[in-house]
């Protein structure tokens, strides 16, 4: 490997320094010899963050700068000009001095194969190539420095190499040797004399001056076996064989040039192909990630069974891999090196799916640093971002982050735009999600299209409550691999009474005695704390942070309330200060509103977390609990798969989530939170039950986790139908075989005989088609006759039947371009084509009821009374709004004088008004907590309402796109998207591009000065600590790398969109695409 970068290395001299004649005939390859060099140049503004570091590491390189190779092309120039016999007669005196030479540089080369210089050396020497000088200096020093650089290659050795890298680099020169490269025969003479080498060196060779030798080339393309014996030998007989040599003088000039130009060949498509020199000791990655991970994450060592799962033969072979492992088992880091893999060493993009949009926030922020330390982009598609395609990148990989949803609009539109084989790896995590409802079977969908249109992107995914592995390894063809690892134990109780009962799977019923509760209980406490939650809670706050799931929102803060009335004052004291912070932050960012249970909780260390809380609130409420400030959360089951915040005890208030039982995913993934990893020595969960629960609860705990189905057919209208829609319209499949033969690759074919016993795969596929085609979605292509494909539905179809093909239609298009669920699309596309009849411009009104989701609204309670005082406010032209989609003042002045009505009026579309009359109210005065009240609907409620509105705006508009008569939507509904997406001042509005900056927060830096994308992205995180209020370091550097990425990412796109204007067009008259492309 270290052959690899040496060589880069001196053909980048030889070019820059001599060789003008190849320079123009090698125009390209010379751009991405010059790579390392450019990127070093164009990271130099990143690198401010890296600081100092980075730059010594870049000065490792003391002894590959006297490569001998190196200056066999240094004398070059000479060469051409001086008499030829001369010149070798010279070259054959300095090969003399050749093996020392050679010895030396092999011996470092192999002490540095594990060491983090590999890659900048390449760089660093690029950059000097054009002084030889400079270079000899630049070594000099470093000789003499070498002791005070941080890398020392013996201690890499030490360091957690697993011995998959020794492999790994076996691997690498044996697949040089299959493709013929030409160093490659040097590598094996250097490899297997190494040892002796090492031996007889003296460490004053160094010292030596750069030799040439222009039989370098040909030691590489002799077949002479016996250099492989020793160094000696094989100097023996290449001196032998060079003194007797008589070769003419025409054919030596050629063959140098050929070897030249061979070399530039290899040097190019090696830097291109593979970047060998990014590889090193920590798991094929350069060692600084795990620098990283030691900075950013404290994370020193990595766990056994990680390592165990790196090392694995499927892994290194690429194969899908599924792997399962208790919750805080570490799952994200194994599948975090594997992307870095990708996207370092491999070369490709990465996509990593995550289930909520908190938690790809959350991540994007985690990993933005990694971005900008590593160079590689990391892109948020969450919520209204994400760009489809995604844009094409240069030089550095992308690394996805998306949500179910989002990551399957990115592979439709890299199927689309044939580009799925850029992916190189696809990472789903709580992979178990898809058995859940019609995220899962988005999910599932997206999984079966890549499985079926990239045989080259590998799959991995992982979770800590799956049970029927076999069907989704099936499903994913993965290997599968599981540990029962938890770094913190965790303890399991139950509490009956006032009885304490550890669950032991031993045990006879399932659990045994452990203690009895230790609290005086008087009988008025008794009535107001019935469970004995204060005693449960009081032995771990407030030193320990304690999480109580609850089975309602509502029963959150009627918990969190009650809690705080009976701790004792004592509470109040810990950590005054900073909870008195928490709520004027709180205040600062909700424009002075304050929640009064929160008031009331927070000074005694207690907060409800649900999703009735803003975002902002959330997030604030989140930090403070995991600094310690806030001990105590009641939350909801949706916190367990939410975000990372670990408890030194959890306690689930009833095995109840709203009014089901607890399922058994549910309870490990609750009590899951219980240990935080380096911090607690174990972790414990409480389930409290009724006696009447128990026989119930004991079954719980002792039976498996529930198996996960697929969802393709369940969700019908998400399901199958968008399914086939889409392989219709991306011409995934088009045929009736085709499409048959997918739907076997799915988790669905997998299950189908457990699923649906009564129908075939091939009589579902034939309904859905038939179904599409009936509602004027798809088209057959061949006259397809109801007996034609009904009659033989019980057996696989005829070879005729298999070709039946379709096409889809604009509106299926319009549909699937939109995500629009198809349940809606007959709905809205009514709804626009009414639109153009008179659409009421004078607001925003008409536009956002337009774009309001229907889902929310047949889910949606109007308020009668608070309906028609927001009517009556309204100006003519926006009542007029009302009456165009057929909702009239008097039907909502009877509703709510409660007067019976006789006419049949649509409650989907009723509802749907009332949630725009929400949206526009919240667009005109951008203050939830004001519309909350006015509305009298959580402030979360209203604000998932807007995210919702952003996200189906955004779809309403990709919808209108694909339909020419729906042109005019088209400016409105991306001005309308905008709105919905960021509402507030439109000053916040670059700052909130910035990944995970939220209004408040926006607000925060606006008033500090910090204006712009621009302002964010050269801030100093040390100085923004001290501005901003409640700013941790770590949100700091996040903030200013996410802000350096993004800014960086809009300048790439716009460099990329000047170089799109100035090229040729390749269907310009008279050109010959060939020609085009080599221009
Ligand atoms: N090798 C390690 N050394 C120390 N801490 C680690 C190590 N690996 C992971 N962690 C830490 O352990 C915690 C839990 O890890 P992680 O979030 O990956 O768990 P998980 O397996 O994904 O659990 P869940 O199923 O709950 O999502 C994190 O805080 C992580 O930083
Ligand atoms: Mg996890």
């Excluded at 399962?324 to 975090?336: D, I, M, R, Y």
């Excluded at 019908?716 to 392989?727: A, D, N, R, V």
């Amino acid at each position: 490997m270290d052959e690899g970068c040496s060589r880069i290395r001196r053909r980048v001299s030889v070019r820059k320094r001599n060789r003008r004649s190849l320079e123009s005939v090698f125009a390209a390859l010379t751009a991405a010899v010059l790579k390392p060099g450019d990127e070093e140049k164009e990271d130099e503004d990143e690198e401010t963050v890296a600081g100092s570091r980075r730059r010594k590491t870049m000065d490792v390189q003391p002894v590959e700068n006297i490569d001998s190779e190196e200056d066999m092309f240094g004398d070059y120039d000479s060469f051409a000009e001086n008499s030829f016999l001369a010149q070798v007669d010279d070259l054959e005196q300095k090969y003399l001095q050749l093996p020392e030479h050679r010895k030396h540089a092999t011996d470092h080369a192999t002490e540095d194969l594990c060491s983090e210089s590999i890659k900048h050396n390449t760089l660093s020497i690029t950059a000097v190539g054009d002084y030889t000088e400079l270079k000899i200096d630049e070594h000099t020093k470093n000789q003499s420095g070498h002791e005070d650089v941080s890398i020392d290659p013996e201690a890499d050795v030490l360091y957690d190499i697993p011995s998959s890298q020794v492999l790994f680099f076996e691997n690498l020169y044996s697949s040089s040797n299959d493709l013929g490269d030409p160093s490659t025969e040097e590598r094996d003479w250097n490899s297997s004399s190494h040892k002796t080498v090492n031996e007889e060196l003296p460490i004053n060779n160094v010292e030596q001056p750069q030799q040439t030798d222009e039989s370098s080339s040909k030691v590489r393309t002799s077949s002479d076996a016996n250099r492989r014996k020793s160094l000696k030998d094989h100097l023996k007989n290449t001196m032998t064989g060079n003194a007797k040599a008589q070769t003419p003088v025409f054919s030596r000039t050629k063959q140098l040039k050929e070897t030249l130009l061979s070399e530039e060949i290899n040097v190019a498509k090696k830097t291109i192909e593979s970047s060998l020199d990014d590889l090193g000791p920590f798991y094929s990655l350069p060692s600084k990630v795990r620098d990283l991970y030691v900075q950013f994450k404290g994370i020193e060592k990595l766990y056994e069974w990680q390592h165990a799962c790196l090392t694995l033969n499927s892994v290194q072979e690429r194969k899908n891999l599924i792997y399962s492992l208790p919750t805080s088992g570490g799952k994200t880091l194994v599948a975090e090196i594997l992307m870095l893999q990708e996207l370092l060493c491999r070369r490709k993009d990465v996509l990593m799916i995550l289930p909520y949009v908190a938690i790809v926030q959350e991540k994007i922020s985690g990993l933005s640093s990694f971005g900008v330390e590593l160079g590689f982009f990391v892109e948020e598609y969450a919520g209204s971002k994400g760009k489809f395609p995604p844009i094409k990148r240069r030089e550095k990989k992308s690394l996805y982050i998306a949500t179910i949803e989002k990551g399957h609009s990115l592979v439709n539109s890299l199927i689309e735009t044939e580009r799925i084989n850029s992916l190189g790896l696809v990472v789903v995590d709580e992979l178990h999600m898809i058995g859940e409802g019609s995220r899962g079977a988005i999910l599932e969908m997206t999984l079966a299209k890549i499985l079926y249109t990239s045989k080259t992107t590998q799959i991995i995914g992982m979770s800590a409550t799956l049970n029927n592995v076999e069907d989704l390894q099936e499903f994913l063809q993965a290997e599968y691999y599981t540990s029962q690892f938890r770094p913190v134990e965790l303890k399991e109780y139950l509490k009956i009474k006032d009885t304490i009962y550890e669950v032991d799977s031993k045990a006879e019923n399932g659990m045994t005695f452990s203690r009895l509760l230790n609290y005086k209980y008087s009988d008025t406490l008794k009535k107001m704390d019935p469970d004995h939650l204060i005693a449960l809670v009081t032995e771990v706050i407030p030193n320990y942070s304690c999480l109580v799931f609850c089975p309602t929102k509502k029963n959150c803060e009627n918990v969190a309330e009650m809690i705080c009335k009976i701790l004792s004052k004592e509470y109040l004291k810990h950590k005054e200060k900073e909870k008195h912070e928490v709520i004027k932050n709180l205040k600062n960012i909700s424009n002075g509103n304050l929640c009064p249970v929160l008031k009331h909780t927070i000074p005694f260390g207690v907060a409800y977390h649900h999703g009735g809380l803003t975002g902002d609130e959330r997030k604030l409420l989140e930090e403070a609990y995991s600094a310690g400030v806030l001990c105590l959360f009641t939350c909801t089951s949706t916190l367990a798969a939410g975000v990372n915040l670990p408890a030194r005890r959890v306690i689930l208030r009833a095995p109840y989530v709203a009014k089901e039982f607890l399922k058994k995913n549910q309870y490990k993934q609750m009590i899951g939170r219980a240990g935080r990893a380096g911090i607690d020595s174990t972790g414990e969960s409480i389930l409290i039950l009724q006696e009447k629960d128990k026989q119930q609860v004991l079954e719980l705990i002792s039976r498996p986790l529930e198996n996960c189905y697929s969802q393709l057919v369940q969700e019908f209208t998400k399901g199958i139908q968008t399914l086939f829609l889409s392989l219709i319209g991306l011409k995934i499949a088009t045929n009736l075989g085709d499409i048959y033969h997918f739907m076997s690759g799915t988790f669905f074919g997998v299950q189908q005989k457990i699923l649906l016993k009564e129908r075939s795969l091939w009589e579902i596929t034939v309904e859905s088609l038939r179904y599409l085609t009936e509602k004027g979605l798809l088209q057959n292509d061949t006259i397809l006759t109801e007996k034609g494909l009904l009659q033989k539905d019980t057996i696989h179809g005829s070879e005729e039947e298999f070709q039946y093909s379709f096409h889809i239609t604009k509106l299926g298009r319009a549909s699937f371009k939109g995500a629009i669920d198809l349940a809606y699309c007959d709905s809205l596309y009514r709804d626009l084509k009414k639109g153009l009849e008179g659409l009421v411009l004078e607001s925003l009104l008409h536009l956002i009821y337009l774009t309001t989701p229907y889902d929310m609204a047949s889910q949606c309670h109007p308020d009668w009374m608070i309906y028609f005082r927001q009517f009556s406010q309204l100006s003519p032209a926006e009542q007029n709004v009302a009456v165009l989609v057929g909702v009239s003042e008097n039907f909502i002045g009877k509703k709510a004088s409660g007067q019976a009505i006789r006419k049949k009026v649509d409650k989907n579309i009723v509802n749907r008004l009332y949630l725009s009359f929400v949206l526009y109210t919240l667009l005109k005065e951008t203050n939830i907590w004001s519309v909350s009240e006015k509305f009298n609907m959580p402030r979360g409620y209203i604000q998932n309402l807007l995210s919702g509105a952003a996200a189906f705006s955004s779809c309403v508009l990709h919808f209108c796109e694909e339909l020419e008569e729906f042109w005019v939507y088209r400016a409105l509904l991306v001005e309308l998207t905008k709105k919905l997406t960021y509402c507030v001042k439109a000053e916040l509005i670059p700052l909130m591009e910035v990944t995970g900056v939220l209004e408040g927060r926006a607000r925060q830096l606006y008033n500090a000065g910090y204006k712009s994308l621009m302002h964010l992205a050269n801030a100093n995180p040390e100085v923004l600590i001290k501005t901003i209020d409640h700013l941790s370091r770590r949100q700091a550097k996040q903030i200013v790398s996410s802000a350096k990425l993004l800014l960086h990412e809009k300048a790439e796109a716009l460099q990329e969109e000047v170089e799109e204007l100035l090229r040729l067009p390749s269907d310009f008259p008279g050109i010959v695409a060939s020609s085009v492309e080599k221009a």
